[in-house]
T-cell receptor
Framework: DAGITQSPRHKVTETGTPVTLRCHQT?????MYWYRQDPGHGLRLIHY???????DKGEVSDGYSVSRSKTEDFLLTLESATSSQTSVYFC???????????FGPGTRLLVL | QKEVEQNSGPLSVPEGAIASLNCTYS??????FFWYRQYSGKSPELIMS????GDKEDGRFTAQLNKASQYVSLLIRDSQPSDSATYLC?????????FGSGTKLNVKP
């Protein structure tokens, strides 16, 4: 394993509530990513970070925000959860921008 | 919109056969290419990376890249039931990875 943990691993929440997912790494990698995975869509990038306080949007960033105040932690926040955000969320890390990404175990989120 | 296309499958092969998985991508500027394996309910794990045209072999796995045709493939020799999984193709363009939706492989004993 690449030293990546995600919390919580499972969460059930209600529409309209805020939700924060945490990704923690012990590898001191510069790049961190949040993806969502849905049937038929593969992995889609939500946001990524290329350093502390340096973040950028991915292809499905609407409704999500991120923060990275420390190298080891990357937080994904759903400001007001909707049923369309029910998904499996994966965090990934990489040493460099074109280098291999290693994935965390995932968080299953159900928005009722 | 950058696209990575894979046949969703399922691809069924008998144990011991060669499994051939294919992927095409739309962006000619893509720099690096990856194959991941994902078991049901688990996270993707890296099998192979390839950066230049040609073949790259690692054990039973061979990745093939043809940038002119925008095509990358993965061959699995002597397929085993434990190879049954979904295989994701990923293409890197600058800071971002783009993933195909995956090909499900079934290896029948």
């Amino acid at each position: 394993d690449a030293g990546i943990t995600q919390s919580p691993r499972h969460k059930v929440t209600e529409t309209g509530t805020p939700v924060t997912l945490r990704c923690h790494q012990t590898e001191n990698h510069r790049y961190m990513y949040w993806y969502r995975q849905d049937p038929g869509h593969g992995l889609r990038l939500i946001h990524y970070s290329y350093g502390v306080k340096d973040t950028d949007k991915g292809e499905v960033s609407d409704g999500y925000s991120v923060s990275r105040s420390k190298t080891e932690d990357f937080l994904l926040t759903l400001e007001s959860a909707t049923s369309s955000q029910t998904s499996v969320y994966f965090c990934a890390i990489s040493r460099g921008r074109q280098e291999t990404q290693y994935f965390g175990p995932g968080t299953r989120l159900l928005v009722l | 919109q950058k696209e990575v296309e894979q046949n969703s499958g399922p691809l069924s092969v008998p144990e011991g056969a060669i499994a051939s998985l294919n992927c095409t991508y739309s962006d000619r500027g893509s720099q690096s290419f990856f194959w991941y394996r994902q078991y049901s309910g688990k996270s993707p794990e890296l099998i192979m990376s390839i950066y230049s045209n040609g073949d790259k072999e690692d054990g039973r796995f061979t990745a093939q890249l043809n940038k002119a045709s925008q095509y990358v493939s993965l061959l699995i020799r002597d397929s085993q039931p434990s190879d049954s999984a979904t295989y994701l193709c990923a293409v890197n363009d600058f800071n971002k990875f783009y993933f195909g939706s995956g090909t499900k492989l079934n290896v029948k004993p």
